[in-house]
């Protein structure tokens, strides 16, 4: 299963494309009322080289949240692979089209 999960992680090359798999970035986007910590056990068997675990509060408001992710992602060099859950999904999509 991680190996499919893997092979989807692995960005389209392109023939004027550089990147690397080992330059992606692998970002987690928690649910609500979690916290990074519920990647846990996915990040222990994924082990990607590169990976960014993003934290925010549920009692602030989603715009809030999303200016505040953007804002920490955007410290981070890409390219980047966003897994969300639940709630980290709806800011995974937001992200991607900010």
Not at 6 to 27: G, R
Not at 41 to 60: A, G, I, P, Q
Request: glycine fraction near 6%.
């Amino acid at each position: 299963m991680l190996n499919f999960i893997k092979k989807w992680l692995v960005p389209i090359k392109h023939e004027n494309d550089e990147i690397h798999p080992d330059d992606l970035c692998v970002v987690w986007i928690h649910g609500a009322n979690q916290s990074g910590l519920s990647f846990q056990y996915l990040r222990s068997l994924t082990r990607f080289k590169k990976e960014f675990v993003v934290e925010y509060d549920t009692s602030n408001k989603f715009k809030n949240n999303l200016e505040i992710l953007s804002s920490e992602i955007s410290q981070v060099r890409g390219p980047y692979f966003i897994i969300g859950h639940s709630l980290g999904g709806l800011y995974a999509l937001h992200l991607t089209k900010s």
